[in-house]
């Protein structure tokens, strides 16, 4: 597995980008991948999505799917993708510090 | 040539539970990674937009042989609504979308939906017909002018 420096922490990450471990994961980590990714400033609504990512994972062990984000984060479809346009499920993943979402949906 | 597709264009031209899926979990993949896409429904995938139609597909029991049903028994009257409503509830598990509610998902997600002129008038149909989503009622030479410069999928 390979490792990265981002915010001055060691991570384990994939080649990717996804964080293997949840728990190394802090918000200024997240912050740092999202300029990373094009998204500077994050805002509130982003966060909400992470979060959202983030928690369910941690909840479940697996990463919500695009039709749960857009039905039970407080984020609707359309806003999820102006948001993040390059793909909600996989930035707000990578973001949250979870690893890669494997579902197809 | 870019090594990453960034715009897809889908034709679905299939009527049957089977033969829409595939592509609307194709367009809806393609939007998840950001990639671009257009989808095009001809012929009697056009069931997929009609709002006559969409939500009553069903699952093709005869003449199918991937089901491992002996066309015999898949022509038993039911056996298709059968086989239907087990495949909705495994795809419910999976949380995938009944149709109307995937086309919305797509539309919202940015996905441009298409139907073809040629087979729209073959079927007597208006715009009427069809979901408030679709974009537009196109010519085939519209949706060559579409997929430019992307990769197309037929299904």
Known sequence: MATAVIANHELDMDAEGFLQKPDQWSQEIGIDI???????????????????????????????????????SGVS??????LFPKGPAKLAARIGGIPKPHGCI | MSDSIEKVSIIISKGSFEGIYPGLIMANGARMEGIEANVFFTFFGMDAINVKHYEHLMVATVGNPGLHIPTMIGGIPGMSAFVTHQME???????????????????????????????VEMFGLTREDFIEELEGIITVGDFYGLAAGGQIIFT
């Open chain 1, 34 to 72: 999202a300029r990373q990714v094009g998204i500077d400033p994050i805002t509130d609504r982003h966060w909400r999505v992470v979060r959202f990512m983030r928690e369910r994972y941690l909840q479940t062990g697996q990463a919500p799917t695009i039709r749960t984000l857009g039905k039970e």
């Open chain 1, 77 to 82: 479809t359309k806003e999820l993708y102006q």
């Open chain 2, 89 to 119: 509830k495994k795809m419910a598990e999976l949380d995938i979308p009944p149709v109307p509610e995937f086309i919305t998902l797509l539309a919202d997600s940015g996905a441009k939906l298409y139907a073809c002129k040629a087979s």
